[in-house]
C-alpha cells in the first residue's frame, strides 16, 4: 500500500523510526532531587537536581533527572563538602565523626607528618573522607634530634615521649648542621607530596626564629605554603611570623587566629587584612569555641606557660575526669601526657573572627580517647551554620558556606591540582557534597559529651558515595581519596 505524503500513516511511518533511534535519558548513579543548590565558587543559589555520575557531578539542572538512587532533597541545602584545613583527628573513628558534621575532606596542616609517604600509604583504603598533610617541622625535628619517626605527632605522642619529658628535639637549639638537615627532610616530604610545611612553634621553643625562616626560605622556594602556629598568643607572635613571611617570600597561612590573638584578635585581623591588601599571600582560620586543646606534656606547657597562655591551672580541664587542674593534679597528668582543654578565650572575640571576611572555618579537631575530647571535632561546621549564620545572623548563610568550602579549597589548590574539583557544585568537580536543613542545623557536642552528632545534617557524599544517609553514618564506606602535592620522588618501598 502507498502513503500520500500528507496522510497520518505517512508522518507516523516517519517519526516512529527515528523516535525508537533518540537517545534515552542518560541514568545518574545518584540524583539529589529538588535541592536549593548553593555554591559559593559561582554564586548559584537555586532550585536545581544535581546528577552524579563515577563520583563526579555530571549534571546540576532544572530538569528532571534519573538515577540508580534518587533521594528527594527539597527544604535542604545542597552545599560543597566541608573542607578541614585543620584536622588532627585523623583515624577512620574520628573522621566519621566529622563525616557527621559535613566534612568531606579533613587535611593535616598545622603539624603536619614525618615521613610523608609512609603516613599517605597507610591512609590507603581507611578513611571515610579525603585527607592529605603537610611535612612538619615538629617531626622532622625529632628525626633529627633524636632519629625518630614521630609521623603524626598529635596521633602518636608516645612515639615523641621516648625521647623524654623535655626531648631536645622541641626544647634545644639546633647547629648551623641541624638546620640543614631539617631542611633537607622537609624538602623531602615535599618531593613526596605534601601539601607545604607544617610548623608548631609554640612547641619547638627551641627552634630559634632565624631556624624558622630557614624553613620559610624552603617554602618560598617549592612556591608552598608554610602554616603556622605562632610562637607565643598574641600579635607580637603573629607579626614575627608574619615578618618573617614578608622577609623570605612565603606564602602564610596562621593557624587558630581566635587561639592565637588572644585579646589581641581586633589588632591581629587588622595586621593580617593591610598585609593582604599588599598583595601578601596571607590567610587565616578560626574554629568556633572559646577553648583549644592540645598536649599537656608538650613545651606549651614549659615553666611560664601561665604568661604565655595568659591563663592559670583553673582553666585547664582533664577531658578524661571533666576535673579542673590544681598544681598538683597539672603536675601528676603532665607526666603521664594526654590531652588538656585550655579555656583561653572571649566569645565576642570569637564572634568577630567567625564573621570577619575572609577568615576560614577550620576545626582544630583532635584525636577523641574513649568518647572524650573537645567538641570542636564533631560539631564545627554545623555550629558555625546553626548559631553564628541562623541565630546570630552574623554573616550570610553563602558568606558562611564560602568560609568552609571554596576559600579553603583555594587555600590549598595551588599545591594540590585535585583541590581545583573540590570546593563547588558544578559539572566536572569532585561529588563531595553536604545537604542539610538550613532551619534546623545546629551542633549538639558538648564538653560533657563531645562526640554528639549535629542536627540536620542529612546527607554527605565522598566522591560519590554516601558515608552519611539520612543522618546516619553508612558504616565501612572508606570513599576518602589522597590529597597530594605534586610528587616528585619514589615512595620507599614496603615489605
Known sequence: ??????????????????????????????????????????????????????????????????????????????????????????????????SRDGVTTALELEVGVYPVAPWYQSMEGK??????????????????????????????PQAAMKAGLKPAGTNAAASDSQVAAIADLLRQGLDEGALGIGFGVNYTPGAAQSEIERMFAVAAERKVPAFIHT?????????????????????????????????DLPQALALIDSVKASGKDLTTEVYPYIAGSTRLESAMFNPGWQQNLKIDYGELQWPLTGERLTKATFDKYRAQGGWVILFTMKDENIDKAVAH????????????????????GAGTFSRVLGR???????????????????????????????????????????????????????????????TLPPTG???????????????????????????????????????
Request: glycine fraction near 12%; proline fraction near 7%; aromatic fraction near 4%.
Open 127 to 156: 578513611a571515610p573522607v579525603n585527607y592529605g598533610a603537610t611535612v612538619g617541622h615538629i617531626p622532622a625535628r625529632f628525626k633529627v634530634f633524636h632519629g625518630i619517626d614521630v609521623g603524626d605527632w598529635p596521633l602518636n
Open 231 to 263: 610562637r607565643a598568643f598574641g600579635i607580637g607572635a603573629i607579626r614575627e611570623a608574619i615578618e618573617s613571611a614578608l622577609r623570605t617570600g612565603a606564602s602564610l597561612h596562621v593557624v587558630h587566629i581566635g587561639s592565637s590573638s588572644g585579646p
Open 357 to 376: 571576611p575572609g577568615v576560614l572555618i577550620a576545626s582544630d579537631g583532635v584525636p577523641f580517647v574513649n568518647g572524650t575530647g573537645h567538641p570542636r
Open 457 to 495: 545534617i542529612t546527607q554527605v557524599l565522598v566522591n560519590g558515595q554516601f558515608v552519611v544517609r539520612d543522618g546516619q553514618s553508612v558504616k565501612g564506606v572508606m570513599a576518602g581519596r589522597p590529597v597530594r602535592g605534586l610528587v616528585k620522588a619514589a615512595p620507599p618501598a614496603t615489605h
Open 388 to 450: 553564628y549564620v541562623r541565630e546570630k545572623k552574623l554573616l550570610s548563610l553563602m558568606d558562611g558556606l564560602a568560609k568552609m568550602t571554596i576559600l579553603p579549597a583555594r587555600r590549598v589548590e595551588t599545591v594540590a591540582p585535585a583541590m581545583k574539583n573540590k570546593g563547588r557544585v558544578s559539572v566536572g568537580a569532585d561529588a563531595d557534597i553536604t545537604v542539610f536543613d538550613p532551619a534546623t542545623v545546629v551542633d549538639n557536642a558538648t564538653w560533657e559529651h563531645p
Open 1 to 98: 500500500m502507498t502513503r500520500a505524503p500528507g496522510s497520518i500513516a505517512f508522518v507516523l511511518s516517519v517519526l516512529l523510526p527515528l523516535t525508537a533511534c533518540a537517545p534515552a535519558a542518560p541514568l545518574y548513579d545518584v540524583v539529589l532531587s529538588g535541592g536549593r543548590v548553593m555554591d559559593p565558587a559561582s554564586g548559584l543559589d537555586s532550585v536545581r537536581n544535581v546528577g552524579i555520575k563515577d563520583g563526579k557531578i555530571a549534571a546540576v539542572s532544572t530538569e528532571a533527572l534519573k538515577g540508580t538512587t534518587v533521594v528527594d532533597v527539597t527544604g535542604k541545602v545542597v552545599a560543597p563538602g566541608f573542607i578541614d584545613l585543620h584536622a588532627h583527628g585523623q583515624d577512620a573513628g574520628d573522621m566519621e565523626i566529622q
